[in-house]
């Protein structure tokens, strides 16, 4: 017997008890008990496709990138409207190979060291970290009020010679003001990349975030919408882009580039196997998480659906409190994709974030704050505190932002034990 026959006997053997038991999982997820069950920040969200997926690759030894890697490259480009993507190991090396994508010699137009690069203070660490290492200087920007995410008007305060590019960031899965951002950038002559690590699926007008900009970023670690445990994608609008991309992602070598064979053809002296065009990377994804995406891909919308579906419910259930509480604005157009369900304690309100949190907690409702908050207090930004805007909706957000989990195990139940506790904390705390 072959191998491959070998392989599909036992994927048959084990394809049964895979598929009972996340039956058997799948099951009990929707179940919930008020005050015994914990409310997590993520949940699992894969299945047997995925597992049986995987679990054919180790089989057939083929583990490292492949076929299963390039066709999910398809399908998430193809669903996000982009022409063409490149996975990686994770959204922090998706932003690492966009930039550093734009700092190839024959890149057009091209970063060069020093240039300025303006991104929210109210993000991720590693929106901000391959700025630097790239050699570029991150200017930090003030988020707008309403939908914690770059403010349009303070970007272009910002402004300078040095400027070269702006990376917009879409907070929690609030699509940023990409329409004002995009005339800024085509103004001022200035690349725009999208971070949207947090917000696979989110639109603006219809088209998909990661498609306005050079270069979308987007992350697959477990606590994303889709996963593909960890992993990665730069997507762009511009299939060359993506070809520019892939000597960075791995080694500096052409391999994978369409035109492989013709660069080989310019340099008759090298073994094309062991020919470098660019100062490379290797951050490259397994096949193992390509098989993952595969069928993630089939559950995207519906996760992202039972997300909004938790978020309007929890609009509502919260509407009485913007009193003690500042909630994220969805804009006109934009969908919003809810990487967990964001509020800010408001300065005034009778009580701290931490004694908010603290009661949360206590009740199984775990909580975190928004991202880095203000990443300019941290200790690894802060030679980037001169140079920054004014930043003070981002220190609110430092100070008071909070979000909690909505994820697709989510529904009524916990939103409406989410409110009760709610509740419970407003009247017996604060007025005790
Ligand atoms: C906005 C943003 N950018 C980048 C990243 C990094 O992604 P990863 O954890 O896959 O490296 C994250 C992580 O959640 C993020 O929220």
């Given at each position: ?121 109210a ?20 988020s707008d009020s309403d939908t914690f995410n ?21 907070l929690l899965?609030n ?153 994220q ?13 964001p509020?800010l ?25 928004i ?22 909706t981002?220190?609110?957000i430092?100070?008071?932002g ?31």
């Amino acid at each position: 017997m072959d191998n491959q026959k070998g392989n599909k006997k036992v994927l048959e053997q084990v394809s049964g008890p895979i598929k009972e038991y996340f039956e058997k999982v799948e099951d009990g997820a929707g179940e919930f008990t008020p005050g015994e069950d914990k409310i997590r920040l993520n949940a699992p969200g894969y299945g047997a496709p995925e597992v049986l997926e995987a679990l054919e690759s180790l089989l057939s030894t083929w583990v490292t990138m492949g076929e299963k890697v390039y066709e999910f490259e398809n399908q998430f480009a193809d669903y996000l409207g982009a022409a063409s993507g490149l996975m990686v190991n994770s959204g922090s090396s998706a932003n690492l190979v966009a930039l550093k994508t734009l700092r190839n010699a024959t890149s057009e137009p091209k970063l060069e060291p020093g240039d300025e690069i303006i991104a929210p203070a109210a993000t991720w660490s590693t929106s901000i970290a391959p700025i630097m290492d790239i050699g570029c200087m991150p200017v930090l920007v003030d988020s707008d009020s309403d939908t914690f995410n770059l403010d349009p008007e303070k970007v272009k305060d910002e402004i300078t010679s040095d400027t070269a590019a702006v990376m917009a960031v879409h907070l929690l899965g609030n699509p940023a003001d990409l329409h004002a951002l995009q005339d800024i950038c085509d103004a001022h002559n200035l690349i725009l990349i999208e971070d949207c690590a947090e917000a696979h699926g989110a639109s603006m007008d219809g088209q998909k975030v990661g498609t306005f900009g050079t270069y979308g970023t987007y992350s697959f670690f477990f606590a994303h919408h889709i996963s593909t445990i960890e992993g990665g994608m730069v997507v762009s609008s511009d299939a060359d882009r993506i070809e520019d991309a892939k000597p960075v992602r791995a080694h500096g070598w052409p391999r994978e580039m369409d035109n492989s064979e013709e660069i080989a053809a310019e340099y008759p002296d090298f073994d094309e196997r062991y020919l470098f065009i660019e100062p490379g990377l290797n951050v490259r994804p397994t096949e193992v998480q390509g098989a993952f995406g595969l069928h993630q891909m089939n559950r995207l919308e519906d996760y992202i659906q039972r997300r909004r579906e938790n978020a309007e419910r929890l609009n509502e259930l919260l509407s009485g409190y913007s009193d003690v509480f500042r909630f994220q604005d969805e804009q006109d157009g934009g969908r919003h994709v809810y990487y967990g369900y964001p509020l800010l304690v408001r300065d005034g309100a009778p009580f701290t974030r931490e004694q908010f949190t603290g009661y949360l907690e206590d009740q199984g409702i775990e909580t975190r704050p928004i991202m880095g908050g203000n990443l300019a207090e941290h200790p690894a930004f802060s030679e980037l505190r001169e140079r920054a805007g004014d930043l003070e909706t981002a220190q609110d957000i430092h100070e008071r932002g909070v979000f909690f989990g909505n994820h697709h195990r989510m529904n009524q139940k916990h939103t409406s034990h989410i409110a009760d506790v709610i509740e419970e904390f407003l009247t017996e705390v604060v007025s005790s």
